[in-house]
Nanobody, 125 residues
Framework: QVHVLESGGGSVQAGGSLTLSCAVS????????MAWFRQRPGEERRGVAS????????WYADSVKGRAEISRRRYENKMVLTMTNLNKDATARYYC??????????????????WGQGTQVIVSS
């Protein structure tokens, strides 16, 4: 059984940076596509960034392009999302997802098989 666990959320001031981590158990994470989604209260869950199994290709939502980097840290068996120059729009619950057939399915949450419980990010002015 595959389990997904996020960490690294918290409060940060506008303009600051934050790194979220995602660890997978029950499978080798380099066999899984992985992604980050976020959801604000009252809104649907939206893709932020995704990465292929070996990390050779990445996709980003237009809202974070140039301010986010998704990567795999194989020596730690983790996938991370680093966000910089954060603004209040980044306030949301962030979910790690894994196991889509194609990492390009960033904008369709239904394509992702495994989900974590999420981690909250709050950006304050």
């Amino acid at each position: 059984q595959v389990h997904v666990l996020e960490s690294g959320g918290g409060s940060v001031q506008a303009g600051g940076s934050l790194t979220l981590s995602c660890a997978v158990s029950g499978a080798d994470d380099d066999e899984l596509t992985m992604a980050w989604f976020r959801q604000r209260p009252g809104e649907e869950r939206r893709g932020v960034a995704s990465i292929t199994e070996v990390g050779g290709a990445k996709w980003y939502a237009d809202s974070v392009k140039g301010r986010a980097e998704i990567s795999r840290r194989r020596y730690e068996n983790k996938m991370v999302l680093t966000m910089t120059n954060l603004n209040k729009d980044a306030t949301a619950r962030y979910y790690c997802a894994a196991g889509a057939l194609w990492a390009q399915h960033l904008h369709d949450p239904s394509k992702w098989k495994f989900w974590g419980q999420g981690t909250q990010v709050i950006v304050s002015s």
